[in-house]
């Protein structure tokens, strides 16, 4: 999964299409969304399936509040605690979570993308195996 962006809207009719169509122009595929509005604010939150680069220069040039943040995917069990768990040993350990959704729930598991800041050190405190391709850093 590439980066998250939550992204910053105002609440009126056609925003959204305006912002799909716009990804859309530039080749960017939008994998995932979910769309939460409060007041005269909309927050859509963006996955996309490759153009993280494209996405953010989309972005940028409509004047679109953003942050973007490195998902990583993890497996949690599906009761009440399990994400505050979770983010607690995040938050512990520096990594600060930009946004997060759920992608899917079977079996008494809950699967979450977590956008956070840091991958590395999230992936090391959730037993999460480093990104293909990395080497991993050795302190010394």
């Known amino acids: 999964m590439s980066q998250q962006f939550?992204?910053?809207?105002?609440?009126?009719?056609g925003?959204?299409?305006?912002l799909a169509k716009a990804l859309c122009a530039r080749g960017v595929n939008i994998v995932q969304v979910n769309q939460t509005t409060v007041g005269n604010l909309?927050?859509?939150?963006?996955?996309t399936d490759c153009c993280?680069?494209?996405?953010?220069?989309?972005?940028?040039?409509?004047?679109?509040?953003?942050?973007?943040?490195?998902?990583?995917?993890?497996?949690?069990?599906?009761?009440?605690?399990?994400l505050g768990e979770v983010s607690d040993r995040l938050g512990h350990a520096g990594v600060n979570i930009k946004g997060c959704c759920v992608?899917?729930?079977a079996n008494g598991r809950a699967t979450w993308a977590l956008a956070v800041d840091k991958e590395d050190?999230?992936?090391?405190?959730?037993?999460?195996?480093?990104?293909?391709?990395?080497?991993?850093?050795v302190e010394g």
């Open 42 to 47: 909309t927050s859509a939150e963006i996955y």
């Open 121 to 137: 050190r999230a992936r090391d405190i959730l037993g999460l195996p480093p990104v293909a391709g990395e080497t991993e850093a």
């Open 103 to 105: 992608i899917g729930r």
């Open 52 to 82: 993280d680069e494209d996405t953010t220069d989309v972005l940028k040039g409509m004047g679109y509040p953003f942050v973007a943040g490195t998902s990583v995917v993890v497996e949690i069990e599906d009761t009440p605690c399990a």
């Open 15 to 18: 925003e959204l299409a305006h």
């Open 6 to 13: 939550v992204v910053q809207l105002p609440n009126r009719p």
